[in-house]
């Protein structure tokens, strides 16, 4: 379990170089997104419990800091939702006693409506928390929510949170055709982020296979058009561009690239292939993806990702 638990650092659209920390074990989450890139949450939980100890985490990213390494960001994260890990605040309090690195913490802000959650993450730099829905129903079909979770409790929480915290929140509202990605929708969710009042929103899409093969992107000219309803502040993170090719170690892509000659693989067969960590693997897939050097296919529920042959 512990080999993976610090990974990167990897390329981030939105973090720059960010070290990974993995909070909880795979799929330990509230949500069962339709577009999770793990794949599905075989039972959704609220129960918050030191899943990996903070001192296991802690001493885990020391050797890595000591190796030099030196990330725009250390990003708690990983595997599920990290606000599940009962040991959260010790884990950041314990990162401010080791680097000035600042830190970030990647959550589904289901957990928000919880004070005591919201004093745990306080002491991190950046939250980047999700708001997928604009009301209930959007909330059911995309986010698939644990039972005790309500939207109005889920987004009141966000606004809460946003009055108590003094860092920097940066909202990611992923998008789904024919799910959430509605002018009328947006100017729905418009009454909600004015109320959070994030720093920036940051506006996503599906560019690589999700839990469900219905999951479709939204196209660039409808994301700009979302931009100017929701703001000023909100600003398109989905790779369109293709100026991706610098993007990361070369040498792992070569690995990966040489991996899926052989064979096509499933993201659990590279990630183990190459002794990383999933998420990581992530970060090079997409690019990898938007280049035309690897393609995927979804066979029997499994995504493959396999070498693109251009004859
Ligand atoms: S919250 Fe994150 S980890 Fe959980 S199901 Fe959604 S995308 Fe996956």
């Known amino acids: 379990m512990s080999k993976n638990l610090i990974y990167g650092p990897?390329?981030?659209?939105?973090?720059?170089?960010?070290l990974?920390?993995?909070?909880?074990?795979?799929?330990?989450?509230?949500?069962?997104?339709?577009?999770?890139?793990?794949?599905?949450?075989?039972?959704?939980?609220m129960a918050r419990k030191p899943y990996i100890a903070s001192e296991v985490i802690l001493a885990h990213l020391d050797a890595r800091l000591k190796e030099g390494v030196r990330p725009d960001f250390i990003t708690l994260a990983g595997s599920g939702e990290p606000t599940l890990n009962s040991e959260i605040e010790a884990i950041i309090r314990g990162i401010k006693t080791l680097t000035e690195i600042p830190v970030a913490v990647l959550t589904n802000g289901s957990l928000l409506t919880d004070e005591k959650v919201r004093r745990d993450i306080s002491g991190a730099d950046v939250v980047?928390?999700?708001?997928?829905?604009?009301?209930?129903?959007?909330?059911?079909?995309?986010?698939?929510?644990?039972?005790?979770?309500?939207?109005?409790?889920?987004?009141?929480?966000?606004?809460?949170?946003?009055?108590?915290?003094?860092?920097?929140?940066?909202?990611?509202?992923?998008?789904?055709?024919?799910?959430?990605?509605?002018?009328?929708?947006?100017?729905?969710f418009k009454v909600w982020t004015d109320r959070i009042h994030p720093d920036k929103i940051h506006l996503n899409t599906a560019v690589r296979p999700t839990a469900e093969s219905y999951v479709y992107s939204v196209p660039e000219?409808?994301?700009?058009?979302?931009?100017?309803?929701?703001?000023?502040?909100?600003?398109?993170?989905?790779p369109f561009k293709k100026h991706s090719k610098n993007n990361g170690s070369t040498d792992i892509r070569a690995k990966i690239l040489d991996l899926l000659d052989r064979r096509p693989c499933t993201l659990p067969d590279i990630a183990s292939g190459l002794g990383s960590h999933q998420n990581e693997i992530l970060?090079?897939?997409?690019?990898?993806?938007?280049?035309?050097?690897?393609?995927a296919r979804r066979i029997d529920e499994k995504i493959f990702y396999r070498r693109k042959r251009t004859e």
């Not at 920390?21 to 939980?45: R, W």
């Not at 039972?147 to 509202?173: H, N, P």
């Not at 000219?221 to 989905?238: D, P």
């Open 10 to 18: 990897v390329p981030s659209r939105r973090l720059g170089f960010s």
């Open 283 to 295: 970060k090079y897939i997409e690019p990898m993806i938007s280049d035309q050097e690897i393609e």
């Open 128 to 188: 980047l928390p999700s708001l997928d829905a604009c009301d209930a129903e959007v909330f059911l079909k995309i986010n698939r929510p644990h039972r005790d979770i309500s939207f109005e409790t889920m987004a009141e929480g966000l606004v809460a949170f946003r009055q108590a915290y003094a860092g920097k929140i940066w909202l990611e509202i992923f998008l789904a055709a024919g799910v959430n990605a509605e002018e009328a929708m947006i100017r729905k």
């Open 221 to 238: 000219e409808k994301l700009l058009m979302f931009c100017k309803t929701l703001g000023e502040n909100a600003e398109i993170i989905a």
């Open 20 to 45: 990974g920390v993995d909070l909880v074990p795979y799929k330990i989450c509230s949500y069962d997104c339709i577009y999770c890139q793990l794949g599905p949450t075989p039972a959704t939980t």
